[in-house]
Nanobody, 131 residues
Framework: QVQLAESGGGLVQPGGSLRLSCAASGFTSNYYTIGWFRQAPGKERERVSCISMLDGGTYYADSVKDRFAMFRDNAKNTAYLEMNSLKPEDTAVYYC????????????????????????WGKGTLVTVSS
């Protein structure tokens, strides 16, 4: 049984930083991707970023590119989302997600699937960016 345990989140001022972590258990190999979606009030759940636990390939949504970074620790089966230069529009509930097809390559570029087909989800953690 795959389980995802999230940590991090909270209140931060604009321009500040936060780190989210997602620890996965139950996968039998590194052939899976961990990612983050977010959902703001009244909006649809949207892609943020993901990382392949197999080879470290990453994807970032345009809205977070150059501000957010993902990295992994395979020994802990954990992926981290480092969020910098946070803006009020980053305020949302952030959901960790994982499965074998969440991330995929097309040529050399790594992409992130949408939320509808994701097999495993965390409970979500609230990130609030406000002064």
């Amino acid at each position: 049984q795959v389980q995802l345990a999230e940590s991090g989140g909270g209140l931060v001022q604009p321009g500040g930083s936060l780190r989210l972590s997602c620890a996965a258990s139950g996968f039998t190999s590194n052939y899976y991707t961990i990612g983050w979606f977010r959902q703001a009030p009244g909006k649809e759940r949207e892609r943020v970023s993901c990382i392949s636990m197999l080879d470290g390939g990453t994807y970032y949504a345009d809205s977070v590119k150059d501000r957010f970074a993902m990295f992994r620790d395979n020994a802990k089966n954990t992926a981290y989302l480092e969020m910098n230069s946070l803006k009020p529009e980053d305020t949302a509930v952030y959901y960790c997600a994982a499965d074998e097809m969440l991330g995929y390559y097309s040529g050399t570029r790594f992409y992130m699937s949408g939320p509808s087909g994701v097999d495993y989800w965390g409970k979500g953690t609230l990130v609030t960016v406000s002064s």
